[in-house]
């Protein structure tokens, strides 16, 4: 599966002369560049497997390549660097040190599923974006992800209290996020809120802001979706060799 999209050369691999004549000809500057080779050593054979064995990574090997996500995609068209079609290729390929170049901005996927309605092989692009952001997180090559601490607020809310209420969601995020809680579009929403919102629904929402409501007999449920989640973090674990790494890690440390 060959790249012959000019925008994927890295900049310190396009080599020019400043003055060169080959053959009698001048062929200085512009005439003289070419591209240095790369020597792939450090494959990852794995690397598909443990992207397919993370939500939303299932589907990858499907992929033939054809660019509709990239080509349909938002952020690729505001940052030509954002191209998931390329990580798809690199993650196949098992080209690890090459997608771990991009890790800064593969998390800036924004969900909005367009490459997902154009993919013509179902291989759910906007999941696989996920599944790469949250495996770059678990091997320890990127923090955890703002959206990656929503969504672990707002699980560990549906499986305490089986509800979810808003304030208390964004409370908590604006906490593990050390974001300040008191910003200027959040004092605008709760503005326009107590304009335009029934009294009695605005008591509810305030009760609700202090007292947890969570739903009758609710641990049974409670307990069964923990425990599919811990299996679920297990079997993700061991995928990804996570256990390995730790020891790996100490033995380095040691
Ligand atoms: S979901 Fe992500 S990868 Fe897909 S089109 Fe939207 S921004 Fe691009
Ligand atoms: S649209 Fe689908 S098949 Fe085409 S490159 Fe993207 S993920 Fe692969």
Redesign the pocket.
């Known amino acids: 599966m060959p790249i012959h999209e000019k925008s994927l050369i890295r900049p310190e691999n396009l080599k020019t002369h400043e003055s060169l004549t080959l053959d009698g000809v001048d062929v200085s500057g512009h005439w003289s560049t070419f591209i240095e080779s790369r020597v792939v050593t450090d494959y990852n054979e794995a690397l598909e497997d443990e992207i397919a064995a993370l939500p939303g990574g299932e589907y990858i090997h499907r992929c033939w390549q054809c660019g509709s ?1 990239t080509n ?5 068209a505001i940052n030509p660097e ?1 191209n ?1 079609r390329y990580w798809i290729y690199l993650i196949r390929m098992g080209m690890e040190s090459e997608l771990l170049r991009d890790k800064e901005i593969i998390w ?9 309605y ?1 993919c013509p092989r179902d291989v759910f ?2 999941g696989v ?1 996920k599944a790469t952001s949250h495996w770059l997180e678990l091997k320890g090559h990127t923090p955890k992800s703002p959206s990656m601490h929503f969504d672990e607020v707002f699980t560990e809310q549906v499986v305490r209290t089986g509800k979810i209420e808003e304030s208390r969601t964004i409370r908590r995020f604006f906490a593990r996020t050390r974001q300040a809680l008191l910003q200027d579009w959040m004092i605008e929403m709760v503005r326009q809120l107590l304009r335009h919102l029934p009294v009695g629904l605005l008591s509810r929402m305030g009760l609700a802001t202090f007292v947890a409501p969570r739903t009758r007999n609710w641990s049974g449920a409670a307990n069964a979706i923990q425990e599919y989640i811990d299996k679920q973090q297990d079997r993700q674990k061991q995928a990804l060799g996570l256990a390995e790494l730790v020891e790996a890690a100490r033995k380095d440390a040691g």
Do not use: D, G, I, L
């Open positions: 996500c349909s995609c938002t952020v690729n954002f998931p800036q996927c924004v969900s909005c599923n367009k490459c997902t154009a692009p906007e974006m």
